[in-house]
């Protein structure tokens, strides 16, 4: 007579163990593949305590948007979409990615995530801006509790026209800030003055030029532990490294400077008050 054995099916397994497995799923792909096989993964899939991450890229995937807002935690947007999609019922999200936004519907979309409480992360990319981003970063500044924000433009040339450094003005929360166009050393100095918790900074199309437009600013960066620049220029590198030096904090760990016409790079390290080249 063979021996009895235990049976296992894939019901047994816990909770536990399959939110890890949707982990490394998306949300449409968990829908996909577990709806409608049964009534047990239909209450998994539908339960509060199950955090999803979208990509919408689908009618399917707008569905589940609309349907499952108080579970997402992690969202991107890359095709055309409401500005109104984005609103107080998505509780737990914390990360939001936007890829397609016209410029002149940013403004008031930024100002709809206020009504977020857990938005940490922040990340926007643009084709084409036709607005002063210095009007984005006001925006930006009125969400307390993002801590990372990104903003790529790949058709920009303006610039920011902040006003001069006063402590009483709005203060932001950002603790990492990366900016992927091309901007000028002022206005940058004017930007990083308004966030004094600041601690990495990527500059990632950066043009410097005369030093003088930036003296009159204090030493803005006093908790910076990361900065990495690409200069757009080549003539006034080791100038605008003088001046960098004359702002930064001795917190400073990692200092990383590319000059993208002379294919220079340089990486730095402040450790009890000394760079070392």
């Known amino acids: 007579m063979k021996d009895n054995y235990n049976r296992s099916i894939i019901e047994d397994f816990s909770n536990e163990l399959f939110y890890e497995i949707f982990n490394y799923l998306d949300g449409y792909q968990i829908y996909h593949i577990f709806s409608n096989i049964n009534y047990c993964f239909e209450q998994l899939i539908n339960s509060s305590s ?15 948007l ?6 997402i935690y992690s969202l991107s947007l890359n095709e055309s979409f409401s500005i109104n999609l984005i609103g107080s019922l998505f509780i737990y999200l914390k990360s939001l990615r ?13 100002s709809n995530l206020q ?28 969400l307390k509790m993002l801590k990372y924000f990104k903003l790529s433009i790949d058709n920009y040339s303006g610039s920011v026209q902040f006003a001069s450094f006063n402590p009483n003005k709005q203060m932001s929360h950002l603790e ?102």
């Open 66 to 71: 609309r349907f499952n807002k108080e579970q």
């Open 176 to 277: 990492y800030l990366i900016i992927d166009y091309q901007c000028l050393f002022p206005s940058i100095t004017n930007i990083l003055s308004y966030m004094p918790s600041i601690h990495y900074v990527s500059l990632m199309k950066l043009f410097y030029y005369d030093s003088s437009l930036e003296t009159n600013y204090p030493s803005i960066w006093p908790n910076l532990t990361h900065l990495s620049i690409c200069l757009t220029t080549w003539n006034t590198m080791f100038e605008c490294i003088e001046v960098l030096i004359s702002k930064i904090g001795s917190k400073l760990k990692v200092f990383f400077l590319l000059n993208l016409i002379m294919n220079v790079s340089s990486i730095s390290m402040l450790l009890d008050g000394k760079i070392l080249f």
């Open 115 to 142: 009504s977020l409480p857990c938005l940490k992360s922040l990340t926007i990319k643009l084709l084409h801006c036709n607005i002063d981003d210095s009007q984005i970063y006001y925006e930006i500044f009125s």
């Open 50 to 64: 199950l955090r999803l991450k979208m990509k919408s890229c689908s009618n399917i995937s707008n569905e589940i």
């Open 98 to 110: 936007i890829t397609s936004i016209n410029s002149n519907e940013l403004l008031l979309f930024i």
